[in-house]
């Protein structure tokens, strides 16, 4: 963590303006290896290890499945290390930022898993807080230390974020909001981490009628959501070895290939990855089908509906989408 990120922390728990104690006890240059933050109003001190400020107990951590994944498979997504650029068109289209908007602005990445899109943002020039909740955070500082201090990795939970209100000029939280216990309360409190004028993107699962066509995944789901990481990784790789050969003939056959969409993994068949990589993407993001607690999917109309309830601006969205400017 770069030490002059401690001017933008404040104690999660008392949620006052008043700036954390930094005590260093091993640095490289400006960033911080080991230390801890100390609260001037409270009790609580949260360590800095690893080079991440943590503000999250051990047993907090509900995605003990995302913090597996993404140190397993922490480089397919990454574009740069696995020569794709789908992360990149991903976050572009999503969050509606254009690239030159994005240069030198402060930017928070609420749920950074293995740091694919905080990887993009860093590289267009932004300086990027990534935050997440599970052990995701030592993949995505492992990841992004290549951009020269743009990228801090700090281990929060979305409910309790360590920042000052009104800190970030974009906020953005992609495919994270579903897997949170109380989705609402995440879409309503991001936004107060932003400055007036700052760009708000979310990007989730939507709700919509076709989902009943995946009966067989949520049907798997009752269970798999109870099982150990090393159960659902036995089972993902169990439905991908018997079915990702038949997603992979059918994916290049228009109209047919919409069949992929009733079978129980989540296939991936970019032509920008070759087919060993599309059996890995297709392994990730089947477990992270099968491994996550919470999947409660949200109707963009009714997210937009709650940020203008809120005051913000600009306000649009489309299926799985919501974009919107802090007032
Ligand atoms: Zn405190």
Redesign the pocket.
């Known amino acids: 963590m770069n030490k002059n990120t401690a001017d933008i922390l404040v ?1 999660p ?2 949620q006052n303006d008043k700036a954390l104690e930094l005590a260093i006890d091993e640095e490289r240059g400006e960033d911080v290896i080991a230390g801890t933050l100390a ?1 001037q ?2 009790e ?1 001190e949260y360590p800095i290890t690893n080079g991440i400020a943590r503000f999250v107990a051990v047993n907090d951590d509900y995605c003990e499945n995302f913090g597996f994944q993404w140190q397993k498979w922490k480089d397919i997504q990454i574009d740069r290390l696995s020569g794709h650029s789908l992360s990149e068109k991903r976050f572009l289209g999503d969050s509606g930022w254009s690239p030159e908007w994005i240069k030198n602005k402060l930017i928070l990445d609420g749920g950074c898993g293995a740091g694919r899109f905080s990887d993009v943002v860093a590289g267009h020039g932004a300086h990027v807080i990534a935050c997440d909740l599970s052990s995701a955070i030592d993949a995505c500082r492992e990841t992004t230390l290549i951009h020269d201090g743009r990228v801090d990795c700090i281990q929060a939970s979305l409910f309790e974020l360590p920042f000052r209100q009104g800190t970030f000029d974009g906020v953005f939280c992609m495919g994270v909001i579903q897997h949170t216990p109380d989705p609402a309360m995440v879409i309503q409190s991001l936004p107060r981490h932003l400055k007036t004028g700052g760009k708000l993107a979310y990007n989730f699962y939507e709700k919509s009628i076709f989902c009943w066509g995946q009966f067989i995944k949520y049907g798997l789901r009752l269970f798999t959501r109870y099982m150990s990481v090393e159960s659902t990784l036995r089972l993902s790789h169990f439905l991908v070895k018997l079915l990702f050969p038949i997603t992979y003939f059918l994916a290049p056959i228009p109209k047919i290939r919409i069949l992929n969409f009733f079978l129980p993994i989540c296939a991936s068949h970019s032509s920008e990855l070759n087919k060993d990589q599309q059996l890995t993407w297709t392994l990730l993001d089947t477990f992270d089908w099968y491994g996550p607690r919470y999947e409660k999917r949200q109707r963009h109309w009714k997210v937009a509906q709650m940020l203008e309830a809120q005051g913000m601006i600009e306000v649009e969205s489309r299926s799985g989408i919501v974009q919107a400017i802090q007032k």
């Open positions: 104690c728990k008392c609260c109003d409270c609580n």
